[in-house]
């Protein structure tokens, strides 16, 4: 049986670049082929066709441009893994849907947290928040600064029951790579916000009480602990914003995983858990849309 790939986007600049080491990392991990994509877009009212086959348009410069990102990202990638398989694809269409649709089938799709600016059309930067909260499948977005300070996953729990498909994921990567795992659920929320309907949360003062918080979540991890028996597990709940615990807790885990909601094309980006966590984190940061949400 084959693998499913993970897929990286490039645009050329030095943060996709390093995204792309990453994903030939993590392939390198699990024993999976590499897809490397890059998409170009053609500027306002222009066309790629030309008259004289001889001129080098704006179009063929853009195509260009494209081409050698992917050939530099697949030797950056084999430098990284050399026994790693490696293909590359170049992309049309918008490149905000043309990499979304890229991750279809993928284990994991990977984008740089930016990129180099929007004269050369390639906006991976502008597009990868996109990217992380409307891919089919889960999402890393790396960010400049990866070291981890200790071989910990982490995750960050909202909906404790919608929550499967991401601590599925994150227990799966914290066994892969022999880590940890912290669980962590926080609250920053009125008594009306937190009490809500299919919430069994016990309000004192306005806020669920954390012992109560704590017993469901265990009760919540108790079946993933017998599952995974060899990955070390913790959680925490804390009072305060979601984003600022989550951004806190990327500064020593190799990773941090946030669940989503699949969003349709032309609805609201993302919500302000997951904007934060994206604008702000100190490490890679994966998404994983919910399925059994949906």
């Known amino acids: 049986m084959t693998a499913k790939p993970i897929v990286a986007a490039t645009d050329g600049s030095a943060e996709s670049l390093q995204a792309v080491e990453w994903a030939a990392r993590e392939a390198a991990l699990r024993g999976a082929p590499l897809r490397i994509v890059s998409a170009a877009r053609l500027l306002p009212r222009m066309t790629d066709r030309r008259s004289d086959p001889d001129l080098n348009t704006v179009a063929d410069i853009i195509a260009g441009d494209r081409d050698r990102a992917l050939a530099t990202a697949a030797q950056r990638a084999i430098a990284v893994a050399p026994v790693l398989l490696v293909d590359t694809d170049p992309l049309s269409g918008p490149p905000a849907q043309a990499v979304t649709e890229s991750g279809s089938g993928a284990a994991l799709l990977v984008v740089g947290s930016r990129g180099i600016g ?34 910990q996953v982490g995750i960050g729990l909202g909906d404790l029951d919608h929550c499967a498909d991401s601590l599925t994921f994150a227990f799966e990567e914290a066994a892969l790579r022999h880590a940890s795992l912290t669980v962590l659920h926080a609250w920053h929320a009125p008594q009306s916000d937190i009490s809500r309907a299919g919430q069994s949360f016990t309000p004192v003062g306005g806020y669920a009480a954390e012992d109560e918080v704590n017993r469901q979540l265990a009760g919540l991890l108790e079946g993933w602990r017998q599952k995974y028996p060899d990955v070390p597990v913790s959680q925490g709940v804390v009072h305060g914003h979601p984003g600022r615990a989550l951004v806190g807790l990327s500064a020593r885990a190799e990773l941090v995983v946030i669940g989503r909601h699949v969003r349709q094309p032309g609805l609201a980006g993302p919500g302000t858990v997951t904007h934060a966590v994206l604008n702000h984190a100190h490490g890679p940061i994966v998404t994983v849309p919910s399925v059994s949400a949906r």
């Open 118 to 151: 929007a004269f050369t059309a390639m906006l991976l930067g502008s597009v990868s928040r996109y990217v992380a909260t409307h891919a089919s499948c889960p999402v890393a977005v790396i960010r400049d600064d990866t070291a981890a300070a200790y071989r």
